[in-house]
């Protein structure tokens, strides 16, 4: 089985707007990540567009529409279409949530929570060894960001995952934004969920922005909405992660309201400076 081998640098999420002025020069990112489900046609400008960007950067493919935590079957066409996309492009990662988003045949545009039960690691583990098998390669699997919890969950997240780690084979992307949203939304310590999370697993991180509102009762309501710049906060925790594992490829998610390519890539070069830091910490 293929295992992920993205460089150990900061990435950025590709949106094709930005596509000429990434071809313009040389960019200090070592990698780009694009949703598969936008590019599961046969062909046109999207696909030529990542052929290009696939001649001088590594791909990480990232995945919103399995719906790996659903306790239905997975779509078998859908994983067939994305079979055929990571044939194509060999990218150097592939990933998806820990979420489920279908019900019977709708799919409901959003990545919705699963309660922490024997039950449902018992179907996530069966989804993702499926998911492996037809792709031929490891897959990452995301923690979530979450706005409520079950009161039938009787797993904690962070053992959630790793048994599902232990069970699959498969690596953890680490979604460092939504570890922050999940934490200030319920109430808990940030940094003491990093400290329980397995991350000898974490083959890839997530950083974004996130929207401050409050709830019904005048408490602190997070949303991962993945458009603003990293806020400190988010960087800190980053920082805390990179202390205990050293550099891991560190993607700039920004999917709405995105800005132009030079606020990018200054986000990323920000990512880059800590890793670059960490690299020497790990040296000496």
């Known amino acids: 089985m293929f295992a992920s081998a993205l460089p150990r640098r900061a990435g950025a999420g590709f949106k094709p ?3 000429a002025d990434i071809l313009a020069e040389p960019q200090p990112v070592g ?21 290009r960007l696939r001649e001088d950067y590594a791909l990480s493919v ?23 996309l990571c044939d194509r492009y060999q990218p150097e990662s592939f990933s998806e949530h820990l979420a489920w988003s279908t019900h019977d045949s709708v799919f409901l545009n959003d990545l919705l929570p699963l309660p ?40 904690e997240e962070t053992v959630f995952l790793a048994e599902i780690v232990q069970r699959t084979g498969c690596g953890l992307l680490l979604d460092v934004n939504n570890v922050f949203v ?6 808990l310590d940030p940094h003491d969920y990093i400290a329980r999370f397995p991350l000898a697993a974490v083959r890839e991180i997530h950083l974004s922005g996130h929207s401050e509102s409050v709830d019904d009762v005048g408490a602190p309501l997070l949303i991962d909405s993945h458009d603003t710049p990293v806020k400190d906060p988010v960087w800190a925790l980053y920082q805390t992660v990179l202390d205990r594992i050293g550099p891991v490829a560190s993607l700039i998610e920004w999917d709405n309201d995105v800005p132009a390519w030079p606020v990018l890539r200054a986000e990323a070069i920000s990512a880059q400076k800590l890793l670059d830091a960490a690299t020497r910490r790990r040296a000496a």
Not at 119 to 127: K, N, S
């Open 31 to 51: 990698f780009f990540e694009f949703h598969a489900e936008n590019y599961m046609g046969a062909g046109g400008p999207p696909h030529a567009q990542l052929g």
């Open 62 to 84: 990232h995945g919103v529409g399995l719906s790996i935590g659903s306790m239905q079957p997975l779509d078998r066409d859908h994983l067939a279409r994305l079979r055929v």
């Open 17 to 19: 707007e930005h596509f």
């Open 182 to 187: 999940a934490a200030t939304n319920h109430n």
């Open 116 to 155: 922490y039960t024997e039950a449902t690691l018992a179907r996530v583990v069966e989804h993702v060894d499926q998911v492996q098998t037809v792709l031929g390669r490891q897959m990452l699997l995301e923690n979530p960001a979450t706005y409520l919890l079950f009161a039938e969950s009787t797993i």
